[in-house]
């Protein structure tokens, strides 16, 4: 049977987008958030879920770590310190504000920031951190807090790839100085298809990030004038009323692809050289997709052959999630701003590129491989994709 495809949209966000049409038909309400109050309930919602005093709606999660960053109202020449695996959306911004991006090391069974890492990636120049919880597991935040604490950072938790996830007792996105989510289509929830949101505790964090989000406006007082400088990032009402019915779902999103993940580990229980990749204790993954450690020592074909096996199954998964930022040309080759090599050039002293020292990130994207998580699969499609793998294993097994 083939896996099911993903449906997360039902009559709820039907019935949320026709309404809103039909009040802007009727001259009652507007799809951009000026005069609107979509966006405003979604944010309060939002702040509401997460415990936090602020949040802001923004139009992607790459605007959202944007709107982060610049709210840190940073000199050019700054070092943020990344986590290695992470999208692209993480890292642009930090170059975009002229600042530097500076990898830590990924622990090689998590996949996240080592914080031993972080901590030697340090230098007087360091302000932030902006740690990926990866896949759905948040990072080891206690001693990354102590850390920031300790060399006074400011510590952005990026949640897109984990809503709800939980860190010893607490929801990720509750524990640094602000958190960012991205809300595009295949999150664990949307927002119009793409959007993003901002929470923090911080007012002066909150109003930055909102002024900079909407062209550097005021926003906080009468004064209608563009007090900082800004992009514009907004949320659209359209966006919120599918957000406001996809944030009452996401308890139960969660709560499936959790079942659906322990289905697998239970299905693959037996095998000798696969077995389930390792969350820290204390951390519950939200599971925005799946991954498990393979041990090729135990094959007789290397980890790409096992898992295009896996494929021809009919198992939807890919080889890893390929993604060390800093092997991007964009990165390695210094493509910014023409020719100037800006941010990195400013500094007189500054090195030339130099071959990105990350061995813990390779070895944990050697050694994992990724699997489709979501809502729609059940207990049938675990089952069968612990047949597919125990099949292969059996062809395979040294
Ligand atoms: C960790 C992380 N940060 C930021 C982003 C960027 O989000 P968006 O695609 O909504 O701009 C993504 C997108 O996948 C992500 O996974």
Same mark, same amino acid.
Request: aromatic share 0%; hydrophobic share 20%; net charge negative.
């Given at each position: 049977m083939p896996f099911p495809p993903r449906i997360h949209l039902d009559e709820a966000e039907l019935g949320a987008v026709t309404g809103l049409i039909k009040r802007c038909m009727a001259g009652e309400a507007t799809l951009d958030r000026y005069h609107g109050t979509q966006v405003d309930e979604f944010e309060r919602e939002f702040a509401e879920y997460y415990s936090a005093r602020y949040a802001t709606g923004v139009s992607s999660g790459t605007g959202a770590v944007h709107a982060a960053l610049a709210a840190l109202d940073l000199d050019p020449g700054s070092e943020i310190v990344s986590s290695p695996i992470t999208d692209a959306g993480a890292v642009m911004p930090i170059l975009l504000q002229q600042c530097i991006p500076v990898f830590a090391d990924a =622990?090689? =069974?998590?996949l996240n920031m080592d914080p031993e890492s972080l901590r030697e990636r340090i230098t007087p120049r360091t302000r932030a951190v902006i740690c990926a919880h990866f896949a759905g597991q948040p990072c080891d935040m206690d001693p990354i807090m102590e850390i920031a604490q300790e060399h006074g950072l400011i510590v952005i938790e990026d949640c897109s790839q984990a809503h709800d996830a939980i860190y010893r007792g607490r929801k990720? &996105?509750?524990? &640094?100085h602000i958190a960012v989510f991205s809300l595009m289509a295949d999150k664990h929830i949307t927002a119009g298809g793409q959007a993003g949101m901002l929470i923090t505790n911080d007012g002066d964090y909150y109003w930055k990030a909102k002024q900079f989000a909407d062209r550097g406006k005021s926003l906080n007082s009468s004064e209608q004038r563009n007090i900082i400088l800004g992009l514009n990032y907004r949320m659209t009402e359209l966006d919120a009323v599918i957000g406001r019915c996809q944030l009452k779902k996401l308890p139960e999103f969660v709560a499936r692809r959790r079942t659906y993940v322990d289905q697998v580990h239970e299905h693959i229980a037996d095998l000798e050289s696969v077995r389930p990749y390792r969350v820290i204790e204390g951390a519950e993954s939200s599971w925005w997709f799946g991954l498990l450690r393979v041990d090729e020592e135990r094959l007789t074909v290397s980890k790409r052959q096992f898992w295009q096996a896996v494929r021809e199954e009919g198992v939807p998964c890919g080889d890893s999630y390929n993604a060390i930022i800093a092997d991007e040309p964009v990165i390695r080759e210094r493509r910014t701003f023409g020719r100037s090599g800006l941010p990195w050039t400013r500094d007189p002293h500054s090195a030339e590129p130099s071959e990105p020292q990350l061995p813990g990130a390779r070895r944990a994207l050697d050694t994992h491989i990724a699997f489709r998580v979501h809502e729609s699969l059940t207990e049938i499609e675990a089952r069968d994709f612990g047949a597919a793998l125990a099949k292969v294993e059996a062809e395979y097994l040294k």
């Open positions: =622990e090689p =069974e998590t990720a &996105g509750s524990i &640094g």
